[in-house]
């Protein structure tokens, strides 16, 4: 179980009653795939084709993007996907990325669980601070092991720009993309 809730407002108004600022949401997507009821496709097309577009309406380049939280679930198919899915958008950029699911710690926390990982990705902008992956013990061997899933022990970093992957049944995906202020 677990809660969690983002404000948003227009900056200006935020700067003119004082509001303490976290982030600034630069880009956000949702697409529906529909491949199947609990199975993600298997190269991940949804996962792409939403982080794309999060990213086509942030307006930015792929390379600046420093750090994913991902979906991960830590099942089979839908970890083996959504790394895929990063791979092919990201292209050598996805080696220098931080990628991690903070599920490990929380649990997956159904309906709160998009508000809880995009508060996980301000507070790594905030405080410069990649969340690990934990309970990391075996490698799947169908994951690039080049990538830096940020297994077990936090990273400490600059966070520029984050991006938070949320992945629902029947093939909803939404990703949102947080910039540093």
């Not at 380049?61 to 750090?67: G, S």
């Not at 903070?102 to 709160?112: I, P, Q, Y």
């Amino acid at each position: 179980e677990g809660a969690g809730a983002l404000v948003f407002e227009e900056y200006e108004h935020a700067i003119a009653r004082g509001a303490k600022i976290y982030a600034e949401v630069i880009g956000g997507a949702a697409t529906a795939d529909a491949y199947h009821i609990t199975a993600p496709h298997p190269e991940g097309l949804g996962a792409r084709n939403v982080m794309k577009n999060a990213l086509a309406d942030a307006k930015i380049n792929l390379e600046d993007v420093d750090y994913i939280n991902v979906h991960g679930t830590s099942t089979p198919l839908g970890d083996i996907a959504e790394t895929k899915a990063i791979k092919e958008l990201f292209g050598e950029h996805a080696y220098k990325l931080n990628i991690s699911s903070t599920k490990s710690m929380t649990g997956h926390l159904l309906g709160a669980a998009g508000a809880i990982e995009g508060i996980a990705c301000i507070l790594a902008i905030k405080h410069s601070f990649v969340p690990p992956t934990i309970n990391h013990f075996t490698d799947d061997p169908d994951i690039d092991p080049k990538l830096n899933l940020t297994f077990n022990k936090p990273q400490f970093k600059p966070v520029n720009i984050a991006i938070s992957n949320t992945f629902g049944f029947g093939g909803h995906n939404a990703s949102i993309v947080f910039r540093k202020i």
